[in-house]
């Protein structure tokens, strides 16, 4: 069993995509429009001019795999009541994509030492996804790292 976050951008995705790529080297892996489904979109699912926002993609950072998808193209929400979780090996490279993750975001806790990493930070991206850039420790507490 695995489970993989599913993000929903509201017809902002393609521009999500191109962010992390070049904010965190995000590798696309695939990406269908609904104009490419096999099946037709039911009638008033999508509004009109929607039809080559993103269905489905996925895209691939460090070894994990995120699904992504325009959803209805209709909600106007920012996802809210999660975050993604970022470790990386070193504190330069926790800076760098920290500081990517920054650019029309909103720093939520400035990255830092902590009592269970050398150094973390929070940050709400430009697309209302919320991320925690960690530097793992080993001996971390609690499974943090």
């Known amino acids: 069993m695995t489970i993989?976050?599913?993000l929903f951008f509201d017809g902002r995705c393609e521009e999500a995509l191109g962010f992390y790529q070049r904010a965190l080297g995000a590798r696309v892996e695939m990406l269908m429009r609904f104009s490419e489904?096999?099946?037709p979109v039911p009638e008033g699912q999508l509004p009109e001019g929607s039809e080559d926002k993103v269905m489905h993609a996925s895209f691939v950072v460090g070894?994990?795999?995120v699904m992504v998808s325009d959803g209805?193209?209709?909600t106007g929400h920012a996802p809210?009541?999660?975050a993604l979780s970022l470790a990386t090996p070193t504190e330069a490279e926790a800076h760098d994509l920290f500081n990517a993750l920054t650019e029309g975001g909103q720093v939520g806790m400035p990255i830092g030492k902590t009592f269970w990493s050398p150094c973390f930070g929070m940050v709400t991206d430009r697309f209302g996804v919320q991320w925690m850039v960690t530097v793992a420790e080993p001996d971390a507490p609690g499974g943090l790292a």
């Open 4 to 6: 993989e976050p599913y």
């Open 37 to 39: 489904s096999p099946d």
């Open 63 to 65: 070894g994990a795999r």
């Open 72 to 74: 209805g193209c209709m």
């Open 80 to 82: 809210q009541g999660f």
